[in-house]
């Protein structure tokens, strides 16, 4: 189109209406193919300037020994992880070490629990200095199964986190409703108990993702809806708003939990308010290859689709 443009000379009188003629269908098929991608890469933008990294952690939970984590790390060694992700893996105490020698420096480690105190007599507890000591540098509070099946109380929970910040962690701050929670209408009414008990507890949110789970769909072969995740998570983020400040809310990664798999983590990737998954039985299978890279696909798919149009231009 330039070219034929560039040969006519001034002196050359055009009739427009044959010219307009001849244009109007390059013109009507173009549009869509101009307009398309540059709204998608708008979509893109916006998304990539949220500041906000994409971050799966693969939560082991009581689930390895040395040799079953030999096999996750050779799996995910060998895999190609998008590197606009933040992966990390929850381990047991006992393999933190281990865990972080087997491990490449792109995925952090982070431990799955850790007490409020820097030392003393508390047997069968780790310290925050302990976590650092091997290693790693995040750790998991407040893990639904810790508030359900150790009892763990807000409180508490609150002094771990006040504790682990200090002392130079990162932490994967968890909230969550039962099924009792979200059957009798008091989901909103709960998460904002641990929400406020936890805000109390953070001077520097640069260290902190947040983590809810839908306890009811946590291997209980029912999945929560894309709508139910968003719902949630753009309330949890419009708290932070209110209540602590805009950047933080526009700044802090908020992330889902609840049977997290390849199956369903990439239409729930495009959720608004999401930043991530906290995965717990698809973190031991090669599922978790496909939820750190999530985000990633859904930008492949666009970056596709770019080419796509490239090509469809280079034809006409
Ligand atoms: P799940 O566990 O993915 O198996 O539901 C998540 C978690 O509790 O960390």
């Known amino acids: 189109m330039i070219t034929v443009a560039s040969q006519t000379t001034t002196s050359q009188v055009i009739p427009l209406t044959p010219l307009l003629q001849q244009l109007t269908p390059l013109v009507l098929k173009l549009t869509p193919l101009v307009l398309t991608p540059l709204v998608l890469k708008l979509t893109l933008v916006i998304n990539m300037d949220s500041q906000r990294k994409f971050f799966v952690i693969g939560n082991w939970k009581m689930n390895v020994d040395k040799s079953r984590i030999d096999s996750i790390v050779k799996f995910m060694t060998a895999a190609s992880l998008d590197p606009t992700t933040e992966a990390v893996v929850g381990c047991p105490s006992c393999y933190l070490s281990y865990a972080r020698q087997q491990l490449p420096n792109n995925i952090g480690v982070a431990a799955q629990n850790c007490y409020k105190v820097a030392k003393g007599n508390f047997s069968g507890e780790i310290s925050a200095a302990m976590i650092e000591d091997c290693g790693c540098e995040w750790v998991i509070l407040g893990h639904p199964e810790r508030r359900t099946i150790f009892h763990e109380p807000d409180d508490l929970i609150r002094e771990k986190v006040t504790h682990a910040l200090k002392s130079g962690l990162k932490v ?11 059957d009798e209408g008091r989901t909103w009414q709960v998460l904002e108990a641990q929400m406020a008990s936890l805000a109390s507890s953070i001077s520097d949110w640069s260290r902190v993702v947040i983590a809810f789970e839908a306890l009811w769909a946590s291997n209980t072969g029912i999945l929560a809806t894309n709508n139910q995740v968003q719902e949630v998570l753009s309330q949890l983020r419009q708290w932070l708003r209110h209540n602590v400040s805009h950047s933080v809310a526009d700044t802090t990664r ?63």
């Open 172 to 182: 994967v701050a968890c909230v969550c409703e039962t099924k009792e929670d979200r």
């Open 254 to 316: 908020i992330i889902y939990a609840g049977s997290v798999s390849s199956d369903n983590c990439q239409q729930m990737a495009r959720l608004a308010d999401l930043d991530g998954f906290l995965v717990g039985s698809a973190a031991l299978r090669t599922d978790i290859i496909d939820i750190i890279n999530a985000r990633g696909s859904y930008v492949s798919r666009i970056v596709n689709f770019f080419s796509e149009q490239e090509r469809s231009l280079k034809r006409i």
